[in-house]
């Protein structure tokens, strides 16, 4: 079955940087765009990023030129590199893919943007 394992959250200061991954298992990863998502407190999951199978890429308004997402096909990951980031930032991150829903979201991982 298709997994998602995201890691890397954490508590960072305003300004600050993470580096959230993604490892996937049971998929062929390389055909599928993958996506980061993510879910503050009292809000709608949103659309961060995206990433296609040519490595094009796309970024929701709110993060663009903050946050890079990257994918590495060999090891099935996907990355999302998070600068100077805000208070707003903060939220569950989850990753998946972009077009296909396997059934169920991940755990996420949990980032923290305060002073």
């Known amino acids: 079955h298709v997994q998602f394992v995201e890691s890397g959250g954490g508590l960072v200061q305003p300004g600050g940087s993470l580096r959230l991954s993604c490892a996937a298992s049971g998929l062929t990863f390389t055909n599928y765009a993958m996506s980061w998502y993510r879910q503050a407190p009292g809000k709608e999951r949103e659309l961060v990023a995206t990433?296609?199978?040519?490595?094009?890429?796309n970024y929701a308004d709110s993060v663009k030129g903050r946050f890079t997402i990257s994918r590495d096909n060999p090891k099935n990951a996907v990355y999302l590199q998070m600068n100077s980031l805000k208070p707003e930032d903060t939220a569950v991150y989850y990753c998946?893919?972009?077009?296909?829903?396997?059934?169920?979201w991940g755990q996420g991982t949990q980032v923290t943007v305060s002073s």
């Open positions: 990433i296609t199978s040519s490595s094009s890429t």
């Open positions: 998946r893919t972009r077009y296909s829903f396997f059934g169920s």
